[in-house]
């Protein structure tokens, strides 16, 4: 259990970092989650500054409004908490935190959807760091981000566009905190590696 929560963890936080953003759209869909270790599969909510994640045994909630990031375990009616990361922006958005430079890469059809491509630089603690970013041409939402290297992507799937319920976005009642923090991203390799090789979470 302890590895499950720790890997629970180190994933939503990278899922956080890709899609935390204030988008035009309240939306929900898949997210697939390609890495060199293997596929993960997530539901996320979105609406306006707050997010909801929802994967195996656990769900990550971003509060942008409140500062703040949750990651509950429904089973044992728990939660962590964490301050939120502004570099977390960094994700899917029409600009990215830390952009310093975007090119037209033409258009292309992600998963049935006529999206804008884009070869964004950005710079992150003096780093650095270009990726791909597929822009839906209708409705704005950023469908797709990849490295350029082609060692990861997040993409988008089914994607339902309307409001979505505010109790998505709340801690349940009932939910104890936990006085334990969620791990750093230097974790995430790791977690997916070891998850990879048994644990049950890539595809």
Do not use: H
Not at 23 to 47: C, N, P
Not at 126 to 149: L, R
């Amino acid at each position: 259990m302890r590895f499950a929560l720790r890997f629970a963890a180190a994933l939503a936080l990278f899922v956080i970092v890709t899609t935390t953003a204030c988008y035009a759209e309240d939306f929900s869909a898949d997210m697939v989650t390609y890495a060199e270790q293997g596929s993960f599969r997530a539901k996320i909510f979105l609406s306006g500054e707050k997010s909801r994640i929802e994967m195996p045994g656990a769900v990550t909630i971003s509060r942008m409004d409140k500062k703040a990031v949750w990651m509950l375990m429904p089973d044992q009616k728990m939660y962590m908490e964490q301050p939120f990361d502004p570099r977390s922006t960094m994700g899917m958005r029409d600009k990215i935190s830390g952009e310093v430079e975007r090119k037209s890469e033409g258009s292309e059809m992600v998963d049935g959807r006529m999206a804008n491509k884009y070869l964004v630089t950005v710079v992150v603690d003096g780093k650095t760091e270009s990726v791909y970013q597929w822009i839906d041409e209708f409705v704005s939402i950023p469908v797709k981000t990849a490295a350029v290297d082609g060692s990861w992507s997040s993409e988008f799937k089914d994607i339902k566009v309307g409001r979505q319920d505010p109790s998505l976005f709340e801690i349940p009642e009932g939910y104890k905190k936990m006085a334990m923090g969620m791990p750093d991203m230097q974790d995430f390799s790791k977690a997916m590696s070891e998850a990879a090789q048994g644990e049950g979470y890539g595809e």
